[in-house]
């Protein structure tokens, strides 16, 4: 009798065993297809940040940039410094108060092959569509390449992201950055709310959309590179009127005939003392028509396509001639970020603050990397 008893134990013992792994390799599954998955990330606010060193070939915190992020999900503030090298990695973000910062945008290179289409085949949203998936707020890319490079392993320029930003997705800085795709939709950032982005001194290089924001955003000292004849920037600011693109200092090229931009919603766009190359077409940024009615949304604001160039030039076409006059009216007594971002956020504050706390933790290890550039 005692010998049975002992089985039926042992037996129930090994299936709560064989459940507990289960349960184990599920919730480990789940956390790579949905943002709310992933461990619980303190909330949103200043703490001294906790800085790791990610190095593939194992002299670091961590070998893979992923197993960094998922396992520092109870620091309410980190930095990950991520050593030269090329990272075969789709990173999923869904945690606050991360950055990372490579070497350079010439050595730290993210790199993964993913189509959109392919992807919804299988699941229910982008989440995981793109090579960097964010869905947090206060995230930092600085110092790497990401690149989605799907379509020259499959000839497709179809629409493939190389940063995608979900509904949760706020205060995102790219600086220093290449952010290159195959396909359309280069970087994606999509909260119609609330989303407040800033690009500084990065590269695009993508198809229709390359950069398409919803919300505010303020891109200065970059450059773009139209793949296709179709439209470069994108904007969606239908939920308030203040909502914003802005283009300041930036260049654009592409071949021939590209467009300069488009929207499908109701937007707000501002060129300041940027560059058009010979490249772009004469045709004025505009709305998608659709001939099915009920596809067309309402423009609530008007059309609001603004441009000021000190040193325009004479060959320039009509369309992109001066109807704003930032610095006299706008900006007197203001920076940029503040006017973009109606004094909410001072993007550069936050870079300058990283640098400083990067130099410091990375000096005992004499580890260096490619200065920021702040304005």
């Given amino acids: 009798m005692l010998s049975c008893r002992l089985r039926i ?10 459940l507990t792994l289960f349960s184990g390799l599920a919730l480990a599954k789940s956390a790579a ?6 461990t619980a990330t303190p909330p949103i606010g200043r703490a001294q940040s906790h800085v790791y060193i990610v190095d593939q070939q194992g002299h670091g915190d961590f070998s893979s940039i992923q197993a960094a992020i998922n396992a520092t999900v109870t620091n309410k503030n980190v930095i990950l410094f991520i050593k030269a090298g090329r990272y075969h ?4 973000i869904a945690r606050n108060n991360l950055t ?3 070497e350079s945008a010439k050595t730290t290179i993210i790199e993964y092959a993913e189509l959109r289409n392919n992807w919804r085949k299988h699941h229910s949203s982008d989440w995981g569509a793109a090579v960097v998936n964010i869905d947090a707020s206060d995230v930092n890319l600085i110092n790497l390449s990401v690149i989605n490079n799907y379509g020259r392993l499959h000839n497709t320029d179809d629409h493939q992201f190389a940063i995608r930003g979900f509904e949760h997705s706020n205060r995102i800085i ?37 950069v398409c924001p919803r919300g505010w955003a303020l891109i200065e000292h970059s450059s773009f590179f139209q793949k296709k ?13 203040d909502q914003k693109l802005v283009v300041n200092n930036s260049s654009f090229d592409g071949v021939e005939v590209f467009l300069l931009g488009r929207h499908h919603y ?27 009615l009920d596809r067309i949304r309402a423009n609530y604001y008007g059309q609001r396509y603004f441009f000021y160039n000190k040193n325009r030039s004479e060959n320039s076409h009509p369309w992109t001639a001066n109807n704003f006059y930032p610095f006299k ?30 130099q410091q933790a990375l000096a005992p290890h004499a580890l260096t990397f490619d200065a920021f550039t702040i304005n």
């Avoid at 134990?9 to 064989?18: G, Q, R």
């Avoid at 297809?33 to 992933?38: A, D, E, L, R």
């Avoid at 790219?174 to 590269?203: E, P």
Wanted: proline share 2%; with cysteine; hydrophobic share 35%.
């Fill in 9 to 18: 134990k042992n037996y129930y013992l090994a299936i709560t065993l064989i």
């Fill in 100 to 102: 990372l910062v490579g």
């Fill in 229 to 241: 004849q179709t439209a470069t920037l994108w904007h969606d600011g239908e939920r308030n009127a």
């Fill in 33 to 38: 297809t949905t943002p709310t998955s992933i």
């Fill in 329 to 358: 009216h706008h900006l007197k007594n203001q920076s940029m970020s503040q006017w973009v971002f109606n004094d909410k956020w001072q993007p550069n504050d936050t870079l300058a603050a990283i640098e400083r706390t990067l």
């Fill in 266 to 292: 109701d937007a707000q766009f501002y060129l300041i003392n940027s560059q058009f190359s010979d490249n772009m077409a004469d045709k004025a940024i505009f709305k998608k028509h659709y001939k099915d």
């Fill in 174 to 210: 790219l600086h220093q950055c290449q952010a290159i795709a195959d396909g359309g939709d280069t970087v994606s950032l999509w909260n119609k709310d609330s989303g407040m982005y800033y690009h500084s001194y990065c590269h695009f290089e993508g198809y229709v959309d390359m």
């Fill in 89 to 92: 990695e789709k990173l999923y």
